[in-house]
């Protein structure tokens, strides 16, 4: 069985595989702090929101790729003391892809955005900006998934900037 050329040239579809094997990787291997329950609340929170402001803005169609690639990314990068909190991070996540918008588009990163909102207004809330190490293989493995989905959305001068970019920035972090 063959899937449609479509399938295979939006970005989407390779952003949820790549964050569904990071997470497949943290709840079996690594351990980078997400928990099956919290991982769960967040994308299940997602879809339910996604599937009410659907229904709420008289959509045409309910699209779960936008809030599952929510979900994913409040799983990997939200850590709380409390599990509801991640359910509560995907509510606002994707409401605030309805809410907040200009043109049509929204102007936030929806999973940043929500990440933000609950850093300053909530209690036990955290990401962790080491939790994913420094192996080489990692490293690898993030780069090879981030190369896939900005050469399927067509935006991998992006890639290249960052990569222009980023010695040049550390040369300068570290005085030199």
């Known amino acids: 069985m063959s899937l449609p050329r479509e399938f295979w040239t939006d970005a989407r579809h390779y952003q949820i595989a790549a964050l569904s094997t990071l997470l497949a990787f943290n709840l079996g291997w690594l351990d980078f702090g997400a928990r099956p329950l919290n991982s769960a609340l967040a ?14 803005f008289a959509l045409p169609t309910f699209d779960p790729r936008s809030p599952l690639i929510t979900g994913l990314s409040l799983s990997l990068l939200l850590r709380a003391e409390e599990p509801w909190i991640h359910a509560l991070a995907a509510v606002i996540a994707i409401g605030s892809k309805f809410v907040l918008r200009i043109d049509g ?12 909102v609950l850093l300053f207004t909530a209690h036990g809330v955290w990401i962790s900006p080491g939790q ?25 001068d992006v890639a290249l900037f960052f990569l222009g970019a980023m010695p040049r920035c550390c040369w300068h972090a570290r005085g030199g």
Do not use: E, Y
Not at 43 to 56: D, E, K, M, N, V
Not at 105 to 111: E, G, M, Q, T, V
């Open 43 to 56: 994308i299940l929170g997602a879809l339910a929101t996604q599937a009410l402001c659907t229904r709420l």
């Open 105 to 116: 588009k929204h102007i936030f990163n929806p999973a940043g955005f929500a990440i933000v």
């Open 132 to 156: 994913w190490g420094s192996t080489i293989w990692l490293a690898a493995l993030i780069s090879f998934f981030a190369i896939l989905v900005l050469h399927a959305a067509q935006r991998s």
